[in-house]
């Protein structure tokens, strides 16, 4: 349903994508990984329109999407959530989502936002009551806002950054749970991005590694664990 090619994104002298190329197939949990600074974000931004590849195409659904306004990539159904979440704090869970679900992909419907909002609420578990501010969220709650912004737009592909960041052990479960049971239950198709292995190896069909903006893995997760580029590049130790 994504198909990227030769995908590479240049700033100044400086490649933060090389090249890059992958399918996603429907249906499917892509886990993309690799160090800090590898790319991944960047990536996103690419397929999500926040930028523009500087070489490269992205298909999506057999149509070129590369280069396209984030807005209009929204509306062709896919939706990306955001490492560091950055909600309207002063307003409630309800109305943040409404925001996401009106603005997003270009509903006019107050209404049908509304319960596109609630939907998506309670996929993720927070509450969808007016009362229900912002202002005060842990972390794991406001990994769940953030997704629950991007699913109500009622994404096909939705693409998740880190969603993992800033959780603790049993939290980073719990959330691993969540979007297996969203793609299970949406019927949609994620790529995840993380930069540590962990609980995503367990939830994943594939995973794609990246490093220095470069494709390094692409494969089966128990593979990568016993990958020597991965091993070496990705864990910063070599195998004997
Ligand atoms: N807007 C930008 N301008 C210049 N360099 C950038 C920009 N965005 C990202 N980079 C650089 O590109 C590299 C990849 O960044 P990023 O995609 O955010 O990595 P990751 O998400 O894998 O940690 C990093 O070295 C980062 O500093
Ligand atoms: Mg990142």
Redesign the pocket.
Known sequence: MLSVSGLTKR??G?L?VNQVSFEVREGEILGLI?P????????FNLIAGALRPTAGSIRFKGGEIGGLSAHRICRNGIARTF?IPRPFRKLSLIENVTLAAYFGNGSSDRVEARRHAEEALALVGLPADPHTMTDGLGAAALKKLELARALATRPTLLLADESLGGLDASEMERAADLLESIRTRMRITIIW?E?IMGVLMRVVDRVIV?DH?EKIFEGLPRDAAHDPRVTEVYLGQRRT
Do not use: Y
């Open positions: 700033f100044g400086f933060a690799g800090n600074g590898s790319g991944k974000s960047t990536t490492q991005v930069h990246l903006g």
